[in-house]
């Protein structure tokens, strides 16, 4: 009886919350317009980003595979170690991940993860916490060079070292929940077998293939790999990134047409309301820019749109930037991202404390380029 009525308490909430936001959605869009967006919003990702990622993933995936086949991971891990140990709790190779999530997008370190080679390095703790570590990399490069077209490269680099934080204090909150909410199983290796044995088992599989083959059937097996990653990402992307694009984005520039990318600000309305604590921590004066780290939870993209209205209104001061660039990069999408990398991962339980620690992580990459920003100027 208690479980029936658990959960009839359970389904009446659940509709009522439904009802409740479909309802506040649907009476300002209008009932079609809404659903007309809902699903133009999904085909749009899913031609627009999803196959966009998935390329990316086929890319990375082969690259990987190659690095791992020729030696290259096991370099990096000797060179790197004593830099990525007592930073980031993390083993040497992962900065191959922050590389190329920085020159790419978050789930270029899935595909990483997804090498035996590469995913050997790892204690569970440890690659679980992945998810978090490439994240605050992702699109960095493109974030940082969008930056610099705004004239003040000093402050978009004082942006770099608050995400370069940002990555050390999520990574490192990542493990701790992680390893305090399964201890026993997140100590264990990922992969049992030792390097020497995985380095057999390379020479192994290529002794009857000479240099070209081994270069061809890695490219081809890490692009595969890479290929069946960008199929798991799809309901992430799609269901998350459309919900969070729907309460952040208002109508278009005719109102609501039912187009791709509209919604109702919700988001940025409820940032309005606690505007004192953006100034004071962000140094925003120009509320209008609450705009930018709202629309980065979903898209680091879509929040680099919004930069030429900025620059126009003359809100784009050297703070601003730095802060932007900071908190741009080190969320850069992670709301629409974090869940699908974790479920390609088979962590899914883990989803809520890779979202709290990167939320933190984010808040204090955006003070910290901003304090920075502060003593430097002050210099």
């Known amino acids: 009886m208690k479980a029936s009525k658990r959960s009839t308490i359970e389904a009446v909430v659940f509709l009522t919350i439904l009802v409740a936001v479909f309802w506040a959605l649907g009476a300002r869009m209008g009932g079609g317009n809404m659903l007309k967006t809902m699903m133009n919003t999904a085909h749009d990702l899913l031609l627009n980003t999803v196959f966009y990622l998935m390329g990316i993933?086929?890319?990375?995936?082969?690259?990987?595979?190659?690095?791992?086949?020729?030696?290259?991971?096991?370099?990096?891990?000797?060179?790197?170690?004593p830099l990525m140990k007592p930073l980031f709790n993390l083993p040497g190779v992962a900065a191959l991940g922050a590389i190329m999530t920085f020159l790419s997008d978050n789930p270029a370190i899935i595909a990483l993860s997804k090498d035996?080679?590469?995913?050997?390095?790892?204690?569970?703790?440890?690659?679980?916490?992945?998810?978090?570590?490439?994240?605050a990399f992702g699109m960095g490069f493109v974030v940082l060079i969008t930056m610099?077209?705004?004239?003040?490269?000093?402050?978009?680099?004082?942006?770099?070292?608050?995400?370069?934080?940002?990555?050390?204090?999520?990574?490192?909150?990542?493990?701790?929940?992680?390893?305090?909410?399964?201890?026993?199983?997140?100590?264990?290796?990922?992969?049992?077998?030792?390097?020497?044995?995985?380095?057999?088992?390379?020479?192994?599989?290529?002794?009857?293939?000479?240099?070209?083959?081994?270069?061809?059937?890695?490219?081809?097996?890490?692009?595969?790999?890479?290929?069946?990653?960008?199929?798991?990402?799809?309901?992430?992307?799609?269901?998350?990134?459309?919900?969070?694009?729907?309460?952040?984005?208002g109508p278009g520039a005719d109102g609501y047409t039912g187009a791709a990318t509209q919604g109702v600000p919700i988001l940025p309305w409820l940032a309005g309301k606690i505007h004192w604590v953006f100034e004071w921590l962000f140094g925003f004066q120009a509320m209008e820019l609450i705009a930018f780290p709202m629309t980065a939870l979903g898209s680091v993209g879509a929040s680099l749109g919004l930069l030429p209205s900025f620059n126009a209104a003359g809100f784009l001061d050297g703070n601003a930037i730095a802060v932007c660039t900071a908190i741009g990069m080190c969320w850069s999408g992670y709301l629409s991202t974090h869940t699908a990398m974790l479920d390609s991962l088979g962590w899914r339980k883990a989803i809520p404390k890779a979202l709290g620690a990167h939320t933190i992580a984010g808040l204090c990459a955006g003070i910290i380029a901003h304090f920075s920003f502060l003593i430097i100027s002050m210099l």
């Open 116 to 135: 035996r080679s590469f995913a050997s390095y790892f204690k569970k703790y440890q690659l679980v916490s992945l998810t978090n570590f490439g994240t």
């Open 57 to 81: 993933t086929v890319l990375t995936g082969a690259l990987s595979k190659l690095l791992a086949e020729f030696g290259v991971v096991s370099l990096l891990e000797k060179f790197l170690r």
């Open 148 to 249: 610099f077209g705004y004239g003040n490269v000093s402050a978009a680099f004082i942006g770099l070292f608050g995400a370069f934080c940002g990555s050390i204090i999520s990574t490192r909150l990542m493990q701790r929940s992680c390893r305090k909410a399964w201890p026993e199983e997140m100590e264990e290796k990922v992969i049992e077998a030792s390097q020497e044995e995985l380095a057999e088992e390379r020479i192994e599989g290529g002794r009857k293939d000479g240099i070209f083959m081994r270069f061809l059937n890695a490219m081809l097996d890490g692009g595969k790999n890479g290929v069946e990653l960008g199929l798991q990402i799809i309901p992430g992307v799609l269901i998350i990134t459309t919900a969070v694009i729907m309460v952040t984005f």
